[in-house]
């Protein structure tokens, strides 16, 4: 019924391909960066320490990307979270077999509904 994850997806392992060893030690700041986020609900300037080689790397894909280094770094924070939670999600349905189970019979009973009241739904592809 469901598919849990099993892997990195083609893109983030495309990502990480990219990204030189030197800047690893970037995604092990993620999880410091959500827990910051989560306990104090706002936005925090972490300062980071790069070596040269890391630096000019990091400098080298921004402006491939037309971007800030800022940006370029979050964006593999980001990508490297997102990771993460999926992995963390199909866990969870894997170990919730019967909840998963019922959400899903719940969400399908909702769009059946909506279909029969006219509604825009996914059960007769009348969104998107």
């Known amino acids: 019924m469901f598919r849990s994850y099993s892997g990195p997806t083609p893109s ?5 391909e990219r990204i030189p060893r030197c800047l690893q ?16 609900r706002m936005t925090r300037t972490i300062t980071l320490r790069l070596s040269d080689e890391a ?6 894909y921004a402006e491939a990307e037309h971007t800030s280094m800022n940006t370029w770094v979050e964006g593999v924070l980001d990508a490297e979270d997102m990771r993460r939670r999926c992995a963390a999600h199909g866990a969870w349905m894997e170990a919730n077999p019967a909840v998963a189970g019922a959400a899903l019979t719940f969400g399908e009973a909702n769009q059946r509904a909506l279909a029969a009241a006219g509604l825009p739904n996914l059960a007769d592809g009348t969104v998107g």
């Open 12 to 16: 983030t392992t495309r990502l990480r």
């Open 25 to 40: 030690e970037l995604l092990c700041l993620q999880e410091l960066l959500s827990c910051s986020a989560s306990i104090l």
């Open 55 to 60: 630096y000019k790397a990091v400098k080298r």
